[in-house]
T-cell receptor
Framework: DVKVTQSSRYLVKRTGEKVFLECVQD?????MFWYRQDPGLGLRLIYF???????EKGDIPEGYSVSREKKERFSLILESASTNQTSMYLC?????????FGPGTRLTVT | EDKVVQSPLSLVVHEGDTVTLNCSYE??????LLWYKQEKKAPTFLFML????IEKKSGRLSSILDKKELFSILNITATQTGDSAVYLC??????????FGTGTLLAVQP
């Protein structure tokens, strides 16, 4: 079974803090993705990566950065968290079309 | 701009009813359309469709794609309370990323 894990299920951070969200997959997938999910807005792509050290901006990259130093790990970084980044963050990985999702991290920024 | 639109946004039915969820898409160099089910956790894969008119079926769920009219439907027959979830539709173009709709929230009442 494909497994995608995320470092935390729930996270509470203060405005201005630097936040790291980690995602690890065990299927040797080339592609990895970070989404945020908000009510009424669906899944919106923040960044994706198709290879180690490669990254592409998604639809809403502002305020975020990513790192992919190893194939199995894709990190999302909030350089200075703001309250409008309170959301559910989902990581996914894929080889071709089908994406496998992690359990999500519910981040609250106060 | 690529987009995916799902309808209805939400739906309440009774156990035993049949429901049809809709997904229309405008995606450059369309390659595939995927359906996911999301309960209170990670989205789980249901179907991937690439060819028009070929129905995919899994138990009480089925789905079909119309590449001429640019839409797909997901049918659920004899609904059960366990079918209550958000159903997500995503379309893939030339890149490895999926464009998701906002989802349809289905509530099945006993």
């Amino acid at each position: 079974d494909v497994k995608v894990t995320q470092s935390s299920r729930y996270l509470v951070k203060r405005t201005g803090e630097k936040v790291f969200l980690e995602c690890v997959q065990d299927m040797d997938h080339e592609n990895m993705f970070w989404y945020r999910q908000d009510p009424g807005l669906g899944l919106r792509l923040i960044y994706f990566s198709y290879d180690v050290k490669m990254k592409e901006k998604g639809d809403i990259p502002e305020g975020y950065s990513v790192s992919r130093e190893k194939k199995e790990r894709f990190s999302l970084i909030l350089e200075s968290a703001s309250t409008n980044q309170t959301s559910m963050y989902l990581c996914a990985s894929s080889f071709w079309d089908e994406q496998y999702f992690g359990p999500g991290t519910r981040l609250t920024v106060t | 701009e690529d987009k995916v639109v799902q309808s209805p946004l939400s739906l309440v039915v009774h156990e035993g009813d049949t429901v049809t969820l809709n997904c229309s898409y405008e995606v450059t160099n369309f390659r595939s359309l995927l359906w996911y089910k999301q309960e209170k956790k990670a989205p789980t894969f249901l179907f991937m469709l690439t060819s028009s008119g070929i129905e995919k079926k899994s138990g009480r769920l089925s789905s079909i794609l119309d590449k001429k009219e640019l839409f797909s439907i997901l049918n659920i027959t004899a609904t059960q309370t366990g079918d209550s979830a958000v159903y997500l539709c995503g379309a893939r173009g030339a890149t490895n990323k999926l464009i998701f709709g906002t989802g349809t929230l289905l509530a099945v009442q006993p």
